[in-house]
């Protein structure tokens, strides 16, 4: 054969084949090294994939936490708008009512124009009082309770013979609450315990 003959084809591949078989057996753990890193990387990358998965619900657990508080707040707030819109002007109408009261109180005599004025005061009164039920204004008349001061504004304090203490024993003006809430105090007179002798009036 002479140095120019091209060698087969068929020769070629079984000296490829050889070389490749001689690398395989000098290296034998190649090929299986690179598959397990391979391996490590995607669980790497799959731990991270669930670690992200997870803060992302974390987050989105707290956003639909914050939106619910924020909707019952709202709601609160809406609510709390329509109970208490007539707030300032109840406060403005009490002292109206206080006026037509005392001046039915006022109204002594027994003459025709007296008697018609206490029946048109009474019936206004009356009306009054179907307006205030209708928008839940409840008045606050404590006499003989307990001395609230959420509710009542104590004017006076005095000694009154068969009065517990810290009682109200007179109403100088009655409070009002709308829905609940504090429109305006009764203002009150409160017991107060009785004063004991001192040592000096004992002795003598």
């Known amino acids: 054969m002479s140095i120019d003959q091209e060698t087969p084809e068929s020769q070629v591949e079984v000296e490829s084949a050889a070389e490749n078989t ?3 057996e000098e290296h034998p753990h ?8 391979t391996i490590e990387e995607l669980k790497k990358e799959l731990e991270e994939a669930k670690q992200k998965a997870a803060d992302t619900w974390d987050k989105s657990v707290r956003i639909q936490a914050e939106m619910e508080n924020l909707k019952r707040r ?18 403005e ?8 009261v005392l001046g039915l109180q006022a109204a002594a005599g027994d003459s025709e124009d007296v008697k018609k004025f206490r029946e048109g005061s009474e019936l206004t009164i009356k009306q009054f009082e179907a307006l205030f039920a209708k928008f ?8 003989g309770q ?5 509710q ?4 006076l304090m005095q ?5 517990e203490p810290n009682t109200v024993v007179n109403v100088f003006q009655k409070g009002y609450m709308l829905n609940g809430r504090l429109l305006r105090p009764a203002m009150v007179v409160v017991a107060k315990p009785a004063e004991k002798p001192s040592e000096l009036n004992e002795l003598a």
């Open 22 to 24: 001689a690398v395989n």
């Open 159 to 163: 000694v009154v013979e068969g009065a």
């Open 136 to 143: 839940n204004i409840v008045a606050i008349d404590p006499l």
């Open 30 to 37: 190649t090929e299986l090294c690179e598959h397990e890193y």
């Open 146 to 150: 307990p001395f609230n001061p959420e």
């Open 93 to 100: 109408l009490l002292p109206v009512f206080d006026s037509l």
């Open 74 to 91: 709202t709601q609160k707030d809406l609510e709390d708008a329509h109970k208490f819109a007539l707030t300032s002007f109840g406060k």
């Open 152 to 155: 009542h504004q104590a004017m």
